[in-house]
């Protein structure tokens, strides 16, 4: 009997070991593939806030425990302004509204009427709205169209009513659902007069970003700049914990899941102590008896992991529809998720085995050839 013949032999003659211990694969990994893509999603929608306006980096306060909590104020953004190398800022105010059922987190975005255009922000129905306007509002166009608005119709934000007056393109999905709203205005019905969340930096070409973004920090130290996504955990420690608990998840899978399956291969292998002794007895080397361990545990291993992608696919569909993370979780299966999937059952599969094969390759075989 070949190798490969042997090793699927094994497998399948004790089927329902082999099938508990696939499960118990399957859910490790699925565990792990679950929490990772959450995590994922949750982060590209922190990240999607700093980056709804065109600029090459954002700044907001530091160390806080979401961006929306983040509490600048209009002198520190005017400050900004006075870097050699800056070519204007824009800030913002953010706040979130319960809208309906489907839009628990709807984004309310206050900037100023006359830096709109600045912020990256292209009116393709209607006007924008006017600086002292208290009852105009912009809808993203894919906000309109969710919400089946069009210019000149109400929309009611936190029970005020409102005359959509523009839709409005960012280029940016996040931004293009939301509102937009004067700056002012925002301030006042938030009770924030004179804050913003956001700074959004254009500099002028040719300059040293980086090298700006320094001096910034230096002068500023309870400011922070972030211009690309892995940075944004410099801005909410949230996303460093989330980021810490999946890191953390996929250590106790791969080792809860270890353990399983050796378990599982040292039942297997003092089942089959004769069998070892025999074939180390006509010749087999103890790298090849090795292998043959090793490889039927890889073999239960992915078997799982194909079940743990079927089954995170639904336990992630289930997590979308909860309240309170819908439109927020919006996730997205990339070819990293199913090399998640594969390392993940890989690691299992190989930590598992590698204490039970090297019993196996080590077993004397006239003692094992005695073993009843």
């Known amino acids: 009997m ?3 013949g042997l090793l699927l032999r094994n497998t399948s003659a004790k089927a329902f070991r082999t099938a508990l211990t696939a499960l118990t694969v399957a859910v490790a990994v699925a565990a792990g593939i679950t ?3 959450v995590t994922h999603s949750l982060r590209e929608s922190a990240v999607s806030i700093l980056q709804v306006g065109s600029a090459d980096f954002s700044v907001t306060q530091k160390g806080v425990n979401d961006i929306l909590n983040s509490v600048m104020d209009e002198g520190e953004v005017n400050g900004l302004s006075n870097y050699p190398g800056v070519k204007s800022t824009v800030g913002v105010l953010v706040a979130t509204t319960n809208l309906d059922r489907d839009n628990p987190l709807f984004l309310e975005i206050g900037v100023p009427a006359d830096k709109l255009e600045e912020f990256g922000v292209r009116v ?3 006007s924008p709205y006017r600086e002292d306007a208290s009852d105009e509002v912009m809808l993203g166009y894919r906000a309109a169209r969710n919400l089946n608005k069009k210019v000149g119709d109400t929309f ?3 029970n005020v009513p409102y005359r959509v007056v523009g839709i409005f393109s960012t280029g940016q999905e996040f931004g293009d659902s939301a509102s937009m709203l004067p700056l002012a205005h925002l ?3 938030e009770r924030k007069p004179g804050d913003v969340t956001i700074a959004f930096v254009r500099t002028d070409p040719g300059t040293d970003i980086d090298a700006l973004r320094t001096r910034i920090e230096h002068d500023n130290p309870e400011l922070v700049t972030v211009r690309t996504a892995s940075e944004f955990g410099r801005a909410d ?3 460093q914990l989330i980021s810490a608990a999946d890191r953390g998840a996929t250590l106790v899978v791969l080792s809860v899941g270890a353990l399983i399956v050796t378990n599982s291969m040292m039942l297997s292998f003092l089942e089959r102590t004769r069998e070892f002794g025999v074939l180390r007895a006509i010749g087999w080397s103890r790298r090849r008896v090795m292998g043959l361990v090793v490889g039927e545990a890889m073999f239960i291993s992915l078997v799982g992991a194909a079940f743990g992608v079927i089954v995170s ?3 992630t569909a289930a997590l979308e529809r909860l309240p309170s993370l819908r439109g927020i979780l919006n996730p997205s299966y990339t070819a990293g998720v199913f090399w998640r999937a594969l390392y993940t059952a890989a690691g299992i599969g190989f930590f598992g085995a590698l204490y039970p094969a090297l019993r196996a390759a080590l077993v004397a075989p006239l003692e094992a050839l005695r073993h009843e």
Do not use: H, P, T
């Open 187 to 189: 301030q006042g019905s």
């Open 124 to 126: 393709v129905d209607g």
């Open 313 to 315: 696919f639904a336990a």
């Open 156 to 158: 009611v934000l936190d």
């Open 35 to 37: 929490i990772g893509v």
């Open 2 to 4: 070949s190798f490969l």
């Open 237 to 239: 420690r949230n996303l």
